[in-house]
């Protein structure tokens, strides 16, 4: 594996990772996805000793700075936004396999997308994070048709240039999530609407 980020972790820091993300091959995806998740969160959240006191990860991934929303937020605290993101595409396409095989089979690429995004942070490589970026936008713009690799593979040629452009990305999904945001505001109001209007009835 190749750090490759602008502020890369110290020596100890990224034999610590390497260790980290071999013995997180090794866990069984049918038994060991919430303790992918907790760890996840715990080296993103700063948790280890050995991340805590590097001042390079420290910096980069813990430092709190302003978000799209005028908050502070850390790095770290983004990226486990992000892989909680994967996991709403994850979600409908298991409830979407049509039985126990396929399901089991779901799981598996989804564990083993979440490993290949983790290592991928420390490579500056966020393929796996677009791919589910793309599908998380088919899905909350309503279009609910089940994108198979190739119907996939097509979205990403078309998102590729766009993808690449940070500063539009960084955009959209700002827009998206106040879409999101908006479009629960009117489901609530639809459903006060509907409990006061059966409530005079």
């Not at 069984?28 to 000793?49: Q, V």
């Not at 909680?84 to 049509?98: F, G, H």
Request: net charge neutral; aromatic share 12%.
């Amino acid at each position: 594996m190749q750090f490759a980020l602008r502020v890369n972790p110290g020596k100890d820091a990224q034999s610590f990772l390497e260790s980290k993300i071999a013995s997180l091959k090794k866990l069984d995806p049918a038994t060991s996805l919430t303790k992918l998740d907790e760890e996840i969160s715990l080296i993103f959240g700063g948790h280890f000793d050995k991340l805590q006191k590097d001042s390079r990860f420290n910096s980069y991934f813990l430092t709190p700075r302003k978000n799209l929303q005028g908050e502070k937020a850390s790095r770290g605290a983004t990226l486990t936004g992000a892989f909680e993101m994967m996991a709403i595409v994850y979600s409908d396409s298991a409830k979407n396999a049509p039985d126990k095989s396929a399901k089991q089979n779901e799981l598996e690429i989804f564990f083993s997308d979440k490993l290949a995004a983790l290592e991928g942070v420390f490579a500056a490589d966020t393929n796996v994070f677009s791919r589910y970026f793309v599908r998380l936008f088919m899905l909350s713009t309503f279009h609910a048709e089940k994108l198979g690799k190739d119907k996939l593979d097509q979205a990403l040629e078309r998102f590729e240039e766009f993808l690449g452009e940070q500063g539009v990305l960084v955009s959209f999904f700002c827009w998206l999530h106040q879409f999101n945001l908006l479009n629960q505001e009117r489901i609530s109001l639809d459903l006060k609407k509907k409990s006061s209007l059966s409530q005079r009835l």
